[in-house]
């Protein structure tokens, strides 16, 4: 869940190889700046408490590293939709549907075009929307082909309850159906202060809508990427992700993640 506010390891070499791919089928992508609000959706559950693997590295000590892609990626190959190829590649070898790749390798090549110092990598935002959904699956939900989970993803209300701070509405509940509290909703759980602040449109609807993945994965990409942060640095990466939520353990996790997913990234290149 995002504040309201806002060793090393032998892995080098292979975070992001994946984005040669990205850049070969960059275009139609855009962030929006004037936004039509979203529908209201009902309250559908809390968010999930994954038991996931954690990196043994020490905050602000490394990134998930990025490098430049291959030249030879950028050549036209034999599918209509590489990148769509490419994410039933990724999706084959790790849990995450191909059509949430899809969204955060869309994010990834947005943030390469508006704002290139950033380099913020589509593996660092898939590790971000496992922690918080599971990719839009929480609860026995699915993604559907529209980056939508088949039902709303809405988070506990903030209320202030032990270990839970307390922020009370700022949407009238347009976004998470409570008018007493505020509640993270969507696939990347963004509480509604913080969307209307970074809502984007990456499905081209022209909604800004945290409940589509195509949308919360740019915002997300965007919050993370403030202030001109490199995500390529230890001090960077590690400033963004846990502005996300001020957790080492968190952290650590999106960190093992990103790692796991840019190496399946890299063999369905290879393949």
């Keep these: 869940m995002i504040s309201p506010t806002s060793t090393a390891l032998a892995a080098v070499g292979r975070l992001a190889v994946a984005a040669g791919l ?7 992508v855009g962030l929006t700046g004037h936004l039509s609000a979203p529908p209201r959706a009902p309250i559908a559950g809390p968010p999930p408490e994954p038991v996931l693997e954690r990196a043994p590295v020490s905050p602000g000590s490394i990134a998930p590293p990025v490098e430049e892609p291959p030249e030879q990626l950028a050549a036209p190959g034999p599918e209509p939709d590489p990148l769509r190829a490419w994410a ?4 084959a070898v790790v849990d995450i549907p191909a059509r949430a790749v899809v969204s955060y390798a869309h994010a990834d090549l947005a ?5 290139p110092g950033c380099r913020v990598s589509w ?3 898939a590790g ?21 989970p088949s039902e709303p993803i809405i988070g506990i209300p903030l209320d202030g309850r032990p270990g839970v701070r307390a922020i009370h ?3 009238g509940g ?7 509290y505020d509640r993270a909703v969507g696939p990347m759980q963004f509480i509604p202060g913080t969307w209307r602040k970074w809502a984007s449109d990456g499905s081209g609807d022209g909604i800004g809508d945290p409940q589509n993945l ?17 995500m390529t640095t230890g001090a960077g990466w590690w400033a963004g992700v846990m502005s996300y939520n001020n957790s080492v353990e968190y952290g650590q996790k999106v960190f093992a993640l990103a790692e796991s997913y840019a190496e399946a990234g890299n063999r369905g290149l290879r393949e």
């Design 22 to 28: 990205l850049v070969a089928v960059a275009g139609g």
């Design 123 to 125: 593996a660092t935002l």
């Design 174 to 180: 347009v976004l998470d159906g409570d008018t007493t």
């Design 128 to 148: 971000i929307g496992r922690v918080e959904s599971d990719h839009g699956r929480f609860a026995h939900r699915t993604l559907t082909e529209d980056a939508v």
């Design 169 to 171: 509405d700022t949407d």
């Design 214 to 230: 195509d949308d919360a994965a740019i915002a997300a990409a965007r919050y993370l990427c403030a202030g001109g942060r490199d």
């Design 111 to 115: 943030m390469r075009e508006h704002q």
């Design 88 to 91: 039933d590649e990724v999706a």
